[in-house]
């Protein structure tokens, strides 16, 4: 085994739609474009499924940073864009509740080939968390205060 | 069992979308469809363009799930690199001979990895460009093609044999040859779509000799997110153009082409990238001379008056000639119907509205009857338009008139349509 | 099937495969370390690699771990599950496994290829999308496909030449098919032309070809005079309701009762121009023959037939059919100027275009053409009228509409009948008044070019500064005067006198209110059914088994209409010839004993019956439940989130299994 890293980086979760974001990911791929390693992307058909809760629980479990790349106007499904946008706007209060910072969730729409799109939410998710830090630390920070 | 030999119910001949449509219709009612295409993957002309109107859907999130469904569809197979060179009738069946052309690549052990591209040492311009930039010797044909296999293009390679030893799974193989396979099917839908016009074909219009001169399929690629710049550059010497103008009807409604019909989409594809334009290079200005909008479908006309509210100048004025400054900036000489005037004008760059003649005779192999432009003719044209004048026979899409992409979705499966009917009626059902 | 029950009692066993990708991954991905890290997790039996497992010899490798080692899930780690997801299911089932307990994990464009330049955090990647398959799978269960058995009967509404060539189309597949049309007669707006572009065939001649085949077809049922007044179930099993009122007049005093009526309407076949009886054929040679009564205006007076007083009733009869799929063809019908724009219904000389093809179909021929009884010398047509509205310049329909579309196929049409106009009467001098003339067609430019030569005098106006009709001043040569400027003459005022004006009037959707309420279709900006995405799913509706054809969608000319009501029929076709219609597993499913019948699922559910809150029975309590209609769910999982009691799910998609995964990914992983 190689020696572990010690330096510990912020996680990143993508939420992508298979008709939006996660086949965008994929063309990202084709391209053999390069973005950071600290994302992992899980493909559902709308994220209008999760309620508010799912994304309080990834925080607390220790995911930095969530974008949800759903399919906005192109979505196959009715009123789950709507719905999705909602939820994550109901989630914005939730998290100012907890005291967690609300940029850690961002929600995009992205197409099959957007692949600027993709790069620069991952760019900008990492730039945000560079600025704001782990979640760990903000939930410590609260529970001490 | 020769496996050179199958049999199925249907053939269709072309794997752009009005073919893919034709298969996967006639696959989803049970069917067994060979899809013979000519080009090493299927896709067509849609694959190339950027966007498509009236919706503004990105063409890859519609072109790439059809290709992937015709892929993964238990009841189609599909031959690329594959021309169909005889059709005989035997026992009221069609028997279609068909040469597999070698791709001097294993199709079996090809995993599409690319590691024959990457060091493959010959660049060749690239057709599927339009030659704006260039592609190995050996590569997959483009980053979603279908099926992912390399193939590689004998004329320009050096046989240095770098990429036969690049390849992990031993595919490339210098050796291979054309073979013939010979299908039998009772049903056969021709889709062998359009070209455009080519560039060249107008004098007064550069003959394709000038620097800042393109056409609407290269501007398409220009467009495309997969495109060769990923932004619209001029191609004479890479500067952002601030001036733009769309010469409409180039190489349509032309006399003295021999195109004397209306190409059908030239109009609106030319909206469609002028909106595109806007959007990309927000100071550029952007002109249309043209002498009718043709916007007939059904959102057509709106997606117009939003092109005219952007600030996009349309123009009515029949365009004369195309010159060059010593600039190499486009000027054009212009009769303004407005105005009652002719003018020269210069511009940044000038895009020709090209458009659309067939891409293949089929008279010597299918005998089916072409109407004086070359496009498959139906004997019965309003109630029966994808039916030819051979009984079994149909055909689909641009092949058998300009057409655009909902046009020939809606012939497509019209055509498959005909050939279940012909099927159940020759079969007694499946 | 069993295996749903054993195998919540079966020890879980999992097999991990991670794919080198003939290099692709295992270039970048440390793959054996990979496979190192799974291989000590929980229900891990076997962790393998392989050069291509969608290979043959990669495949091969996985059923025979099902069969040897009890496998009962399994998870690759390769390309992206677009290319071989489907794939490994079917390696997975031809093993004897159901292909749900399969999961997929993207290592190639979401991770090698992303990350070359990082190959040590790539590894340390891959292991955590591993592991978070892993946590997944663990929590797969067996999925059926949804089958569902459908009526292999179709149900076309129209009879106009979309619905007949719909229906024509259908039936020939083996599917029986039941036409109902709302009129006595068949053949639609298509009926009423005379010759055709770009056949030039005579409209009838092709009409009744198709007639023919339709009614000559064993497996179509035909009703004239029938409506669709009920509606009910699902794609496969829709239950309609037919009513069909009675013809009236029966086959032997058909032609007695014809000949003794002698109340008269306005025709509506000839758009108003002349009068037919209450008791009438659409026309000679008409399909069915019989004569109808026009019960909407018939008196109820007794006729006086052979000596007796008869009196007609109209016996409404109402049925029940059950059909699988249904095929909108409702038509569209002329756009019909409001009284005095261009001088219509109040300046006797000016028609629409379709009036005056009635006007040349029904008049005696002669040398010279007249109107009123007045030779016709100069004629003005004007494109456009009621199509490619502006806002701001034109006035919304009564319904607060703008007509802002392009009708399609009145240039060609206008043009068409011009350059007949102008064979038959040389003499006679013809205006075009134009913006744009659309003749798109392969052929259709050619009756531009025929116009052209013919000496018709093009005008052309802007779409916002219309030409006006006006009478003439009394003792003028001419009636009427047509007044607008002409940009192809640099914008000169034009005044020209005519006899004669023809209005080439657009295609409006003819409005079907009761249907769209019943059967929940969309309706566009512009009125017409919309369709699900014009280049994706073209000829379908939302409403899964209910498909559009011809002009019920847009306006099309005959061929459009025949291509699109046979591309309809290939979707019917494609539905219901297996008589049974195959779904994805992926729709919701209720934990009945969680669901308390809230019914907050309902609310944010935007598909017509997926989901409803029903009244069932449960150890003997009536309860109330929330109960998916397979068949109309789309899978979305709206309700999932909306249910404050977590007792929806998404099948294949579990909030459950995201949460196992989340907690996965969330984990250090070293390498
Ligand atoms: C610049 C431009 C922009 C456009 N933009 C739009 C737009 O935005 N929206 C829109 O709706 N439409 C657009 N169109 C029109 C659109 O491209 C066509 O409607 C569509 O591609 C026609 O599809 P097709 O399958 O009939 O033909 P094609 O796409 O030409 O496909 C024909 C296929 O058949 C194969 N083939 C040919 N001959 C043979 C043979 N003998 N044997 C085997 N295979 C053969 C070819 O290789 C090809 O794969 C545009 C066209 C152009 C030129
Ligand atoms: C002036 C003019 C000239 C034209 N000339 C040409 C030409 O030369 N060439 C050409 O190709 N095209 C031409 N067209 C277009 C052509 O008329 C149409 O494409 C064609 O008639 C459309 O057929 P359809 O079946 O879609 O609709 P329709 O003909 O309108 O048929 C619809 C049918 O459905 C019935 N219906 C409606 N609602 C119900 C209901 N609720 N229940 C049961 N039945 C119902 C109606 O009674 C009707 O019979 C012309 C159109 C116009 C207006
Ligand atoms: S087809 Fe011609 S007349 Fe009809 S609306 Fe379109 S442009 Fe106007």
């Known amino acids: 085994m190689e020696a572990a890293t010690s330096t510990k980086v912020p996680k990143i979760l993508v939420i992508a739609t298979l008709s939006g974001g996660y086949a965008g990911a994929d063309y990202v791929g084709q391209q053999h474009l390069h973005y950071a390693t600290n994302t992992s992307i899980l493909p559902v058909r709308c994220p209008s499924m999760f309620s508010e809760d799912f994304y309080i629980n990834a925080f607390e479990k220790g995911i930095d940073g969530i974008i949800v790349m759903y399919s906005g106007t192109d979505s196959p499904y009715k009123g789950g864009p709507e719905r999705t946008a909602q939820i994550i706007d109901n989630t914005y209060k939730q998290m100012q509740e907890r005291g967690l910072n609300t940029r850690r969730l961002r929600l995009a729409a992205i197409c099959t080939v957007c692949k600027k799109p993709f790069l620069k939410q991952v760019k900008e998710m990492n730039e945000t968390l560079d600025e704001i830090g782990f979640v760990q630390d903000e939930l410590a920070g609260k529970g001490d205060g | 069992m020769d496996i050179n030999k199958i049999k199925a119910d249907a053939l269709v001949v072309g794997g752009g979308i009005a073919g893919m449509q034709s298969a996967l219709d006639l696959a989803d009612q049970g069917y067994q469809v060979v899809l013979v295409e000519k080009d090493p993957s299927i896709g067509g002309k849609m694959i190339q363009l950027s966007k498509v109107f009236p919706t503004l859907d990105c063409c890859s999130c519609i072109t790439t799930p059809k290709m992937s469904a015709v892929a993964n569809h238990a009841n189609i197979q599909t031959l ?93 193989d210098f050796t291979q040859t054309a073979y013939e396979i010979e299908l039998e099917v009772d049903a056969i839908v021709l889709a062998t779509g359009f070209e455009t016009t080519p560039i060249d074909a107008k004098k007064e219009y550069g003959a394709g000799n000038l620097h800042n001169v393109i056409d609407g399929l290269m501007m398409e690629r220009l467009l495309a997110p997969t495109g060769p710049y990923a932004r619209v550059l001029r191609p004479g010497d890479g500067k952002e153009p601030e001036s733009i103008a769309y010469v409409q009807c180039a190489g349509s409604r032309d006399e003295t082409l021999g195109v004397e019909y209306c190409s059908r989409v030239c ?164 | 099937m069993t295996e749903t029950s054993d195998l919540k009692n079966e020890e879980i066993k999992i097999g991990v495969y991670t794919c080198y990708c003939g290099g692709n991954i295992s270039d970048v991905v440390k793959c054996e370390k990979v496979a190192d890290a799974l291989r000590e997790m929980p229900n891990v039996v076997v962790s393998r690699t392989n050069m291509a497992m969608c290979s043959d010899v990669g495949q091969s490798i996985i059923e025979e771990d099902i069969k040897s080692k009890g496998l009962n899930r399994v998870i690759v780690g390769a390309c992206a599950p677009s290319l071989h997801e489907q794939t490994f299911r079917g390696t997975v089932s031809r093993a004897g496994l159901n292909p749900y307990l399969y999961h997929h994990v993207g290592l190639r464009e979401q991770n090698s290829w992303v990350h070359g330049n990082n190959p040590g955090e790539a590894t340390k990647k891959a292991i955590r999308l591993m592991l978070a398959g892993l946590a997944k799978a663990r929590l797969l269960k067996p999925l059926d496909a949804i089958k569902l058995e459908a009526e292999v009967h179709a149900l076309v509404i129209g009879g106009g030449v979309a619905g007949l060539r719909s229906a024509y189309d259908i039936a020939r597949r083996g599917i029986r098919v039941t036409l109902i049309e709302k009129t006595p007669f068949l053949g639609g707006r298509m009926a009423q032309l005379e010759t055709v572009f770009p056949t030039n065939n005579q409209a009838r001649e092709d009409l009744h070809d198709l007639i023919e085949k339709v009614t000559q077809h064993p497996n179509i049922t035909l009703y004239t005079s029938a409506e669709m007044v009920g509606y009910g179930g699902y794609i496969g099993n829709y239950e309609v309701q037919i009513r069909q009122q009675s013809r009236g007049v029966s086959g032997d005093i058909a032609e007695a009762a014809l000949a003794a009526c002698t109340q008269e309407i306005p025709d509506e076949f ?120 502006v806002a701001g310049v034109h006035d919304p329909q009564p319904d607060g509409i703008l007509n802002n579309y392009c009708s399609r196929v009145c240039c060609t049409a206008a043009l068409h009948q011009v350059n007949e106009l102008r064979e038959e009467f040389p003499q006679l001098n013809v205006y075009d008044f134009y913006n744009d003339i659309r003749t798109y067609g392969l052929e259709h430019e050619a009756y531009y070019k025929e116009a052209s030569q013919n000496m018709v005098r093009f005008l052309r106006f802007h779409v916002d500064e219309r030409p006006e009709v006006a009478a003439a001043p009394a003792g003028d040569t001419h009636p009427v005067l047509v007044k607008g400027k002409d940009y192809l003459t640099n914008g000169l005022e034009i005044e020209a006198a005519v006899d004669l ?168 992983v070293e390498a």
């Open chain 2, 80 to 172: 690329t690199y594959c021309e169909v060179q005889s059709i005989d009738n035997a026992d009221g069946h069609f028997v279609a001979q068909i040469l597999k052309k070698p791709r001097y690549v294993d199709e079996d052990d090809c995993t599409g990895c690319r590691q024959c591209e990457y060091v493959c040492p010959i660049d060749v311009p690239s057709v599927f460009d339009l030659n704006m930039t260039a592609r190995r010797a050996i590569r997959v044909p483009f980053s979603t093609a279908v099926p992912q296999l390399a193939v590689l293009d004998i004329e320009n390679c050096i046989l240095c044999g770098k990429c036969a030893r690049a390849c992990p799974a031993d595919a490339v």
């Open chain 3, 501 to 668: 004006v023809i209005l080439a009037v657009g295609i409006i959707p003819n409005p079907v209110p009761e249907l769209v309420d019943l059967m929940k279709i969309p309706v566009g900006d512009d009125r017409f059914l919309l369709e699900v995405h014009p280049k994706l799913r073209p000829v379908e509706t939302p409403v899964p088994g209910v498909v559009l054809a011809g002009t019920a969608q847009s306006p099309m000319n005959i061929q459009e209409s025949c291509n699109a009501a046979s591309a309809a029929a290939a979707k019917v076709s494609a539905l219901l010839a297996k008589g049974q219609v195959i779904l994805e597993p992926f729709v919701a499913k209720v934990d009945l004993e969680k669901c308390d019948g809230t019914g907050k699922c309902v609310e944010v559910c935007e598909y017509e019956d997926a989901i409803a809150v029903k009244t069932i029975t449960i150890d003997g309590k009536e309860v109330q439940r929330a109960v998916v209609t397979p068949a109309n769910c789309s899978g979305c999982g709206n309700c999932v989130s909306a249910c404050p009691n977590k007792a929806v799910e998404v099948q294949g998609w579990e909030v459950a299994q995201f949460e196992a995964m989340v907690e996965a990914l969330a984990m250090e």
């Open chain 3, 270 to 389: 000839n758009y108003g121009l002349t009068k037919r009886k209450v008791i009438y054929r659409a026309y000679e040679g008409c399909y069915p023959s019989d004569p109808a009564v026009d019960w909407e205006h018939y008196d109820g007076k007794p006729l006086d037939i052979d000596g007796k007083e008869v009196v007609f009733e109209n016996t409404i009869k109402t049925f029940d059919l059950k059909v699988g799929a249904i095929v909108m063809a409702t038509g569209f019908n002329p756009y019909e100027p409001p009284k005095g724009d261009y001088g219509y219904g109040e300046l006797p000389e000016v028609v629409t275009l379709p009036q005056f093809i009635r006007y040349m179909g029904f008049r005696e021929s002669s040398d010279e053409l007249t109107w009123n009884g007045r030779p016709v010398r100069d004629i003005a047509v004007i494109h456009c009228v009621g199509s490619r509205h």
């Open chain 2, 267 to 430: 109009c609106m594809y030319a909206i469609k990238q002028a909106m595109l334009i806007a959007g990309a290079l927000p100071m550029a200005d952007i002109t249309l001379y043209y002498m009718d909008i043709r916007a007939f479908g059904k959102g057509y006309d709106q997606f117009y008056q939003n092109a005219q509210a952007m600030g996009i100048e349309f123009v009515k004025g029949k365009v004369a000639k195309i010159t060059e400054d010593e600039n190499q900036n486009p000027v054009v000489r212009v009769e303004l119907i407005d105005e009652g005037q002719v003018v020269e004008r210069t511009h940044d760059m000038i895009v020709l509205s090209v458009g659309m003649v067939p891409q293949y005779n089929p008279g010597s192999v299918y005998s089916v009857g072409v109407g004086e432009y070359g496009f498959i003719k139906s004997p019965a044209p309003n109630i029966s338009s994808t039916e030819t004048n051979r009984s079994g026979i149909f055909a689909t899409g641009a092949a058998t008139a300009p057409m655009d992409i909902v046009d020939s979705i809606a012939s497509a499966s019209a055509a498959a349509s005909g050939a279940a009917a012909h099927l159940e009626a020759v079969q007694g059902g499946n």
